[in-house]
C-alpha cells in the first residue's frame, strides 16, 4: 500500500508543504485516557514527495528538511514529551509503504497508560560490539 501525498493532504490540514515534503496534522483517538478533553492526542505525518517503501530509498536531498520540520511541529504544538518515529519493514511496524515520520505529542498520564515503547537492555559483549561497530563504520 503507498502512502498517496495528495490524498493524505486532502484528508488533513495542510500545515506545510514544500518542494520536496509535505506535513500533515491530525488526530488519533486510540491512545486512551490522558489526551486532550476529547481524548484525543495530537499527531503530525511528515512526509516525503518522493515514493520510498523504506528511508534508503529516498534520495538524501529530499530527506534534508524533514527534521527541521518536524522540530518545528514540536515548537508549534507546544510538545513537552513527544516521539518522532519512522518504521522500515513489517517487523518495524511499517503499515504504510511509503516513508513518513510521526510527530507524536503524546499523553502519557502515567507508566501504565498512553503510548508505550519498550527496548529491554541486555547484556553486551564489548568486544563483538566493537567489530560491529568497526563493520558498519568501513561501510559508511
Known amino acids: 500500500m503507498a502512502l498517496n501525498v495528495v490524498a493524505a493532504k486532502r484528508s488533513k490540514d495542510g500545515t506545510y ?6 506535513a500533515v496534522t491530525q488526530w488519533s483517538s486510540n491512545l486512551g485516557r490522558g489526551c486532550d478533553t476529547l481524548n484525543r492526542a495530537e499527531h503530525a505525518l511528515v512526509i516525503p514527495k518522493t515514493h520510498g517503501a ?3 530509498d529516498i534520495p ?6 524533514i527534521m527541521p520540520v518536524a522540530k518545528r511541529l ?3 504544538t507546544g510538545a513537552e514529551n513527544y516521539n518522532i ?17 510521526h510527530m ?5 498520564p502515567n507508566e501504565q497508560e498512553g503510548l508505550g515503547i519498550g527496548w529491554p537492555a541486555q547484556e553486551t559483549d564489548m568486544d563483538e560490539l566493537k567489530k560491529y561497530f568497526e ?6
Not at 508543504?17 to 509535505?22: K, P, R, T
Not at 538524501?60 to 528538511?65: A, M, N, S, V
Open 17 to 22: 508543504e514544500s518542494m520536496h515534503i509535505v
Open 54 to 56: 523504506k528511508l534508503t
Open 60 to 65: 538524501d536531498e529530499q530527506l534534508q528538511e
Open 74 to 76: 514540536a515548537s508549534a
Open 85 to 101: 518515529l519512522q518504521n522500515n519493514g513489517r517487523l518495524a511496524h511499517q503499515v504504510v509503504d511509503h516513508v513518513h515520520f
Open 104 to 108: 507524536g505529542k503524546i499523553p502519557k
Open 135 to 140: 563493520s558498519i563504520k568501513s561501510k559508511m
